[in-house]
């Protein structure tokens, strides 16, 4: 009986190596975005300066929010119409194309967060107006 307890205790940790001993975990990883994509980096919560840089010329263009800060942020446009979802600390966002007009954006989980956007060929940035941009 004690050989038989022995030979399933061995049996089951074996098993259990073989399910989670992969030298290569399923971790999410950042890769570099493509060279045709701008990158904005997420600094931290501090108003206009939350996003560098800001404003930024990629009206029209590919961009990817990296977060530099150490706490979760979601960038979104004001008028809702991207929303990279949540980024974690140290993490890069998907892929998103920004209008080519200008617009303004902020962090979803911190509205105190207001970036601008640039037409890609220059301009001023838009007036920030709404919820968004009170005291900045």
């Known amino acids: 009986m004690r050989r038989g307890l022995i030979g ?3 049996a089951l940790a074996v098993a259990a190596a073989g399910c989670g001993g992969s030298s290569n975990p399923a971790t999410p990883t ?3 975005p493509p060279s045709n994509v701008a990158t904005i980096t997420i600094v931290g919560q501090n108003g206009s300066q939350s996003f560098s840089p800001n404003p930024a010329a ?3 263009q590919s961009v990817v929010f990296k977060n530099n800060d150490r706490v979760t942020h979601r960038v979104v446009l004001n008028d809702g119409t991207v929303d990279t ?3 974690a600390p140290g993490a890069t966002s998907r892929t998103v194309t920004m209008p ?3 617009t303004n954006y902020h962090c979803s989980i911190h509205p105190g967060m207001i970036g601008s956007v640039n037409p890609a060929g220059g301009g001023a940035p838009p007036p920030c107006e709404g919820p968004y941009c009170n005291g900045y």
């Open 85 to 87: 979802g949540d980024i």
């Open 8 to 10: 399933a205790v061995m």
């Open 100 to 102: 080519a007009a200008g």
């Open 30 to 32: 950042s890769s570099a």
């Open 58 to 60: 990629v009206g029209g």
